[in-house]
Structure formats: structure tokens, C-alpha cells
């Protein structure tokens, strides 16, 4: 008899654990949903980086020098005298590309832009040469040359002088216009035109000799008081010499006699 009450029991021992084991299969399930989010992450990846704006900077960077001028670089623009080039820029103009020179002109407050390729054509040039600047001072020293023309021709000359950008042309126009304490009285046209040739002189002058432009008009005033037509004003002026007849023209008053001497020459 106790023999077959112990295998009953040991069944029902057997039965439970079976019954344990199925609740332990169900939490497989989130995990497979927890791994499946990962999964999404690359297809969000797609900021595509589009590097088009580097190869834009590096093309500003580009000139700093063009036909043989280079930026900081002081110039003689004929029509303005000396002024310094800020940059090299390029700008879109009517859809076309132009590359231009961006000069400054302190004195007079000013900016010019002009295009690279037209340098040759408006005559802008480098400073001159030390040897040059000696030149144009060494002219301040001749007699002066005065034609017996109407004031009105000399004047246009004086003039296409003054815009040539010539140093030697400009420093003639100073000496022909310059006029002593014991020379007769300048016109208003005739100072005008002195005044102009004398700034762009001693603008230049300064800037090759590295000083000041009052230094430079002393200079050339030193240089004009050497002229042997300043030593003897006064014997030329009772003589009735060209210094005379450069006042009566210069007055615009005597006409008729300016006219005469014109076609006498």
C-alpha cells in the first residue's frame, strides 16, 4: 500500500513546472519591435551637403595685380593727377564680366573705377623716375616761353599740357604762368591754369620724394626764383618784351591787338 500513494505524488510535482514555463515565451515579442526602430535611423540621413558656395570665395580672391599695376599702388591718371589703387575688382556690368581698377584720389575726394583693359587708352602711367623728377625741376629754371598768340589758344595749350600727364609738359605750364612779386598780376584764367599745373606738379613731386606737398611747392618755388626772366623782370618789363604783351593777352581786352599779333606769327 505505501508504494502506490508515492507515484501519484510525484506526478503532481512534475505537472506544475509545466505550467511556468509558458508565460516565460511572451516577452519576446516587444523585443522584436524595439530592435525594428533602429532600422528607420539611415533613412533619415538625408541632409545631402552641397558645396557650392567654396569655389565662389576662392574666385574673389583673384587679382591683385594687372597689367603692371598692383594694388596700394600710387598712379598718374592724366585727367586727375596722382592718386592710389585701392583694388583690383570685379564687377558684372549690362551681363558682362569687367575687371577694374578702383583708384582713389585723396585730395579730391575721389573714386574712379577704370576697367583693366582701357589703361593704355585714358594714359595711365606709373610715377615717375627720380631722374625725371630732376628733369622737371631743372625746366622750372629755363627762360619762359610765351607765344604771341591769343590768350584763348595759349590757354587750350596749356591745358592739353596739364591732362597729358606728362611731368615735363606739366612743369613747362608752371614755369610759363609763374609770376613773381615783381611781375605783373596774373588774370583769373591764368591763375586757374597755374594753380592746377602746380598741384599735379607738386603731388607727384611729393609722392617720389617721399614728403609733404608743401615741401614740394617750396621746392619748385626755389627752382622758379633761378630763372634768369625772374632776375631781370624789371629790365625785360621796360624793355616792352613778351612779358607785356603775355598780361595785355591775358586781360582779354586788347582784342584787336592780340588778333594782329596772331596772324603776324
Known amino acids: ?3 502506490k500513494t508515492a507515484k501519484p505524488a510525484a506526478k503532481a510535482t512534475v505537472s506544475k513546472p509545466a505550467v511556468a514555463k509558458a508565460p516565460a515565451a511572451k516577452p519576446a515579442a516587444p523585443k522584436a519591435s524595439v530592435a525594428a526602430a533602429p532600422a528607420k535611423a539611415p533613412v533619415a540621413a538625408k541632409p545631402v551637403v552641397k558645396p557650392a558656395a567654396p569655389p565662389k570665395v576662392e574666385e574673389k580672391k583673384v587679382v591683385t595685380q594687372r597689367q603692371g599695376f598692383k594694388a596700394n599702388e600710387f ?3 592724366p585727367a586727375h593727377g596722382v592718386g592710389q589703387i585701392l583694388a583690383i575688382e570685379e564687377q558684372e556690368i549690362a551681363g ?3 575687371e577694374l581698377f578702383v583708384i582713389n584720389f585723396i585730395k579730391d575726394k575721389m573714386t574712379l573705377r577704370v576697367p583693366t583693359a582701357k589703361v593704355a587708352n585714358v594714359g595711365m602711367r606709373k610715377l615717375s623716375e627720380p631722374a625725371l623728377v630732376k628733369k622737371a625741376l631743372e625746366t622750372l629754371k629755363g627762360r619762359a616761353r610765351v607765344k604771341r598768340t591769343m590768350w584763348s589758344r ?8 596739364i591732362n597729358s600727364g606728362d611731368i615735363v609738359a606739366i612743369a613747362e605750364v608752371v614755369r610759363d604762368l609763374y609770376r613773381s612779386e615783381s611781375q605783373p ?3 583769373y584764367s591764368e591763375r586757374q591754369l597755374y594753380e592746377a599745373a602746380l598741384d599735379r606738379l607738386s603731388r ?6 617721399h614728403s609733404t606737398e608743401t615741401e614740394a611747392i617750396k621746392e619748385i618755388e626755389a627752382q622758379l626764383a633761378k630763372s634768369p626772366r625772374r632776375a631781370n623782370a624789371k629790365a625785360e618789363a621796360a624793355e616792352g618784351d613778351a612779358d607785356a604783351d603775355t598780361e595785355g593777352d591775358a586781360d582779354d581786352t586788347d582784342g584787336d591787338d592780340t588778333t594782329v599779333a596772331d596772324e603776324a606769327a
Open 1 to 3: 500500500m505505501p508504494n
Open 75 to 77: 598712379v598718374v591718371y
Open 204 to 209: 607727384e613731386i611729393a609722392v617720389v620724394q
Open 154 to 161: 595759349r590757354a587750350q595749350e596749356y591745358e592739353a599740357k
Open 96 to 98: 558682362a564680366k569687367l
Open 185 to 187: 598780376e596774373q588774370s
